[in-house]
């Protein structure tokens, strides 16, 4: 009954939302700003509830200053859920229901690459925290869709660059059938190129519950190393039957979205990931004061330390609050070309942040992980220092 309701829903949207149509009138703030939030309310992707703690702590933090100008933020909160079509859900209920002008999330590619074009007719702006994947760059509604995040472009170099490092030469890749996982595989590909072979590539359904077969054929072709870039959720099931079949004698790559797997909750996959498994993850500078002042703060009002991408998520609020006070117009086309400009040499909780013409972040911190087993708990840990990379260009 909830498919059928949310395909009705849907057609809907297709049939009515995504004509074009005159955006809306500037007006003034009003006394209470709406800002939309579309994020997994109670599940991975990206650590979703945790992100919402992020973007509310953000809020409480500008409103305990007195907002802007005097007018208060208030979170609007919608379930992304799992899919591309359940985040375009929330999007639209928020901009139909509340009429709200800015949204922060969107947490996956796939979900933004799915609400990019109604944004777009809709002149609504987004502020993505962990939308990674640089084919949203090349869209012609990218200008509405801000990433907060450091792209694909960059830690596909990364990666690369790990792989050369340690010599190995013939590489398999082993990755999502996604923007997310297509987006690091051929950018990594493109910077291997002249240095390691690419001996088999293959990509896979997310929502399958075994890669045996896949796992089979790279075992045939007996690689130096093994690419993957899932996220944890399916990660976990890849390194679980990689165990079983043999493959932790083979060095892995893996990527963000298998960093802040609940290791407790996955103990063969974080067997597996303690053997064989090295990763890349975006960080922040954490020995600014910045990112020094959010980490005290965030633990002291939760109990934990922010997670992966909580700090993209803080400074895509006070992004967008720096851009409604700067429009002084609750118009998500004023709320961009604010944006755009205070976007610029920002010095957040991730390190400084520059938006190119697209949205995307011109350069990123990134640090290499490992799982480690301190006691009896397995846990990740940041081995190499942070590496600052620009943007390929």
Excluded at 9 to 29: D, E, K, N, V
Excluded at 58 to 71: P, Q, S, Y
Excluded at 229 to 258: C, F, H, R, T
């Amino acid at each position: 009954m909830r498919s059928a309701y949310l395909f009705v829903a849907l057609a809907s949207l297709l049939i009515a939302g995504l004509l074009p149509g005159c955006a809306p009138a500037s007006q003034p703030l009003p006394a209470e700003i709406p800002v939309g939030c579309v994020m997994a309310v109670s599940s991975a992707p990206a650590q979703g509830p945790n992100l919402i703690k992020a973007a509310q702590f953000a809020v409480n933090e500008i409103n305990g200053r007195g907002g802007i100008d005097g007018k208060k933020l208030r979170l609007l909160i919608e379930d992304e859920g799992p899919t591309a079509a359940t985040a375009l859900y929330a999007v639209h209920k928020l901009v139909e229901e509340h009429k709200v002008q800015v949204i922060i999330g969107c947490t996956t590619s796939e979900a933004v690459m799915g609400a990019g074009p109604y944004l777009e007719s809709k002149g609504v702006l987004l502020v993505s925290p962990s939308a990674t994947s640089s084919v949203l760059s090349a869209q012609g509604w990218s200008r509405w869709t801000f990433r907060v995040c450091a792209g694909d472009a960059l830690q596909g170099v990364v990666v690369a660059n790990l792989i050369k490092d340690r010599g190995f030469k013939k590489v398999a890749t082993l990755v999502q059938d996604t923007v997310y996982g297509r987006g690091i595989e051929e950018m990594t590909k493109e910077y291997l190129k002249g240095t390691a072979d690419v001996v088999i590539s293959l990509r896979y359904d997310p929502a399958k519950l075994s890669y045996l077969s896949e796992l089979n054929s790279i075992k045939d072709k007996q690689p130096d190393c093994i690419l993957h870039v899932g996220l944890y959720s399916d990660g976990a099931v890849v390194y679980e039957q990689a165990l079983k079949s043999g493959m932790d004698n083979i060095p892995w790559m893996a990527v963000d979205g298998s960093y802040d797997m609940p290791l407790d909750k996955y103990l063969e996959a974080a067997k597996f990931m303690e053997k064989a498994v090295t990763g890349t993850v975006p960080t922040p500078d954490m020995q600014s004061t910045v990112y020094k002042s959010f980490a005290f703060n965030y633990q002291k009002a939760y109990g934990f330390d922010p997670s992966i991408y909580c700090d993209t998520t803080y400074d895509g609020v006070n992004l967008i609050a720096a851009a409604l006070k700067r429009a002084n117009a609750y118009n998500g086309s004023a709320i961009r070309d604010a944006l755009s400009v205070v976007g610029k040499d920002y010095v957040g909780a991730s390190g400084s942040i520059t938006f190119d013409r697209t949205g995307e972040r011109e350069a990123g911190i990134y640090g290499i992980w490992k799982v480690e087993i301190k006691g009896t708990q397995y846990q990740f840990v940041i081995t190499g220092q942070p590496v600052n990379f620009l943007k390929p260009q």
